[in-house]
């Protein structure tokens, strides 16, 4: 793979990250889970997809596999993934709490 990053999609709505984390860590342990979040709604809601970063590369593979094969699922929806290509979030991306992301990565 060469990356310890994965985009996750079809996330539930309700989801958050405890949860993704959960279903991610049987591949590996996890480093960080950042899910999108819709700022112009209200109250905020979730996007449906986020990115989890492993603490090594193969766990990405072997997430990516299970994803492929059909059995990676949270809460009844199929899990769609794909290997993040850049190393960091985009300068607009936004924590579940509404915070930019490069405000949250530094503390």
């Given at each position: 793979v060469g990356c310890s990053t994965i985009f996750v999609k079809n996330l539930p709505?309700?989801?958050?990250?405890?949860?993704?984390?959960?279903?991610?860590?049987?591949?590996?342990?996890?480093?960080?889970?950042?899910?999108?979040?819709?700022?112009?709604?209200?109250?905020?809601?979730?996007?449906?997809?986020?990115?989890?970063?492993?603490?090594?590369?193969?766990?990405p593979f072997k997430a990516a596999q299970a994803a492929f094969a059909g059995s990676l699922a949270l809460s009844g929806r199929q899990l769609c993934v794909d290997y993040e290509v850049s190393a960091k979030p985009k300068g607009s991306f936004r924590r579940v709490d509404g915070k930019l992301w490069e405000e949250t990565a530094t503390k």
């Open positions: 709505y309700s989801c958050d990250e405890d949860a993704i984390r959960q279903v991610m860590t049987k591949f590996g342990a996890v480093r960080d889970v950042r899910l999108a979040v819709d700022t112009s709604a209200n109250p905020p809601r979730l996007k449906g997809f986020g990115y989890v970063h492993f603490d090594n590369q193969s766990s």
